[in-house]
């Protein structure tokens, strides 16, 4: 059986590492395939919450009242 990994960087994969799912080499952790999907999902939702933030303080700046 081969397995496939991949190279992510390690602040990313902090919620697999609690899990001891990934491997930690040279400041990238190594990802299994079947993890990888859950790192994706993590990274995208870190990121739309940090667009919503910024999209908030647009919207308080903005108001007249």
């Not at 990934?22 to 859950?38: E, G, I, T």
């Amino acid at each position: 059986m081969q397995w496939e990994f991949y190279k992510v960087p390690f602040k990313e994969s902090v919620a697999l590492l609690r899990e001891r799912r990934v491997l930690v080499k040279s400041r990238m952790a190594l990802v299994p395939h079947c993890d990888f999907l859950n790192t994706i999902i993590i990274a995208k939702r870190c990121h739309l919450l940090y667009a919503d933030s910024r999209l908030a303080d647009l919207r308080v700046l903005g108001d007249a009242r």
